[in-house]
């Protein structure tokens, strides 16, 4: 089951790397007409999950702009023609003479409004002619230990990963975890970058931005085009029973688990946090403050803020327009099993929220 809605006109324009598309739309059921705003990167971007028949995983230092010392990720290539998995053979020999088992994972969605074109490709690496020169092995339990340290630049790549870490690592009755143990802060930029940006369009509630980084060492400075929406907020919202909140939603593309949330508008992210919780749910938060804030890459600028609510009290919901929101108190088994969840209609198919419930939940309870 899906929204549907009929298409009366529509724009193309182009932003650097980036389409630009905006729609004029009636929604059949109501009759209201909207106009939709979306970018999409031209180019396919591919995360290479390899891996060997002993367990073992391999990761590099994120290129460009970098973010701190802990900073890794997922081995990326680009693809412009073709298919994906056919870009990941040809660079996989090319580059470092190795073969092996290719399998496409999926494109990982960021919202409804951006296609950010990231596409995961799974390598069973089978035969190495060299080393795999730039990358770094990692055993399951040392992966699994940077994840828990948000040591993983990308949180849709720590979602792919943990999906497919084994059940028995990722939920280790050893492993107990604290609200409190988590640091809200994104992760830093290295001192040896200076940015500065120039906005030079708007496209709805998107900023288009010339943004020139410079890197002191050595003195060379590239300019890029970058795309900028509002930030978002997500709401993790816990029950006295510890019970999770999380709804499912009826979207364009069918139906959707996700957490509590919405856009950042004129107001705080805390003050939208509150109100998206009440909006969507119904219930108010005596506590609520920030666990995490999620970046996204380099060239589509959009943060999640993830905010940990507490002392829940329910009440009627206050829906917009058409929404069609299910309200659940899920607990955690649950709640891992959408994370786990390979079907699209039970999947949370939220990448990057995802990777923070993995990296902040007591995973250790699954098994109570």
Avoid at 14 to 39: C, H, M, P
Avoid at 274 to 295: F, P, Q, V, W
Avoid at 334 to 342: E, P
Wanted: aromatic letters at 10%; a negative charge.
């Amino acid at each position: 089951m899906t929204k549907k809605y009929e298409v009366l006109g529509k724009r193309t324009g182009q932003f650097g790397a980036f389409s630009l598309v905006e729609q004029d739309v009636r929604i059949i059921d109501s009759g209201k007409e909207e106009t939709w705003f979306s970018v999409e990167r031209r180019e396919k971007i591919v995360r290479l999950l390899l891996t060997t028949d002993k367990g073992y995983w391999f990761l590099e230092r994120p290129s460009g702009l970098r973010f701190d010392a802990e900073g890794w990720q997922l081995p990326t290539i680009y693809a412009v023609n073709g298919s994906v998995t056919d870009a990941a053979e040809e660079f996989l020999r090319e580059s470092w003479s190795v073969e092996g088992d290719i399998e496409y994972i999926g494109e990982s969605p960021v919202a409804a409004t951006v296609s950010n074109n990231i596409h995961f490709v799974a390598v069973r690496l089978s035969h190495f002619g060299r080393s795999l020169e730039g990358l770094k092995r990692f055993a399951p339990r040392e992966l699994f230990d940077l994840l828990r340290r948000q040591g993983i630049q990308d949180d849709r790549s720590a979602r792919m990963i943990y999906d497919h870490l084994p059940i028995s690592l990722v939920a280790d009755p050893r492993i107990a975890n604290s609200w409190s143990d988590y640091d809200a802060s994104p992760p830093a930029f290295a001192d040896a970058l200076e940015l500065a940006d120039k906005v030079v369009d708007t496209f709805g509630f998107f900023r288009l931005i010339e943004s020139t980084t410079k890197d002191i060492r050595p003195s060379e400075s590239a300019i890029r085009q970058v795309v900028e929406r509002p930030d978002g907020v997500r709401i993790l919202a816990l029950d006295d029973q510890g019970r999770i909140v999380i709804t499912r939603e009826l979207r364009n593309d069918g139906w959707d688990w996700r957490l509590p949330g919405g856009k950042v508008k004129r107001i705080d992210p805390l003050a939208t946090a509150r109100g998206e919780l009440k909006d969507e749910t119904g219930y108010t938060a005596r506590n609520m403050h920030l666990i995490r804030t999620s970046l996204d890459d380099e060239d589509i600028r959009y943060r999640l803020h993830y905010y940990l609510a507490e002392g829940l009290t329910p009440g009627e919901p206050r829906r917009h327009g058409a929404e069609v929101i299910e309200v659940h108190l899920l607990q955690l088994p649950a709640i891992f099993a959408h994370l786990r969840s390979t079907f699209s209609e039970e999947r949370l198919r939220e990448d990057r929220t995802g990777g923070v419930l993995y990296s902040i939940l007591p995973l250790c309870l699954v098994r109570d």
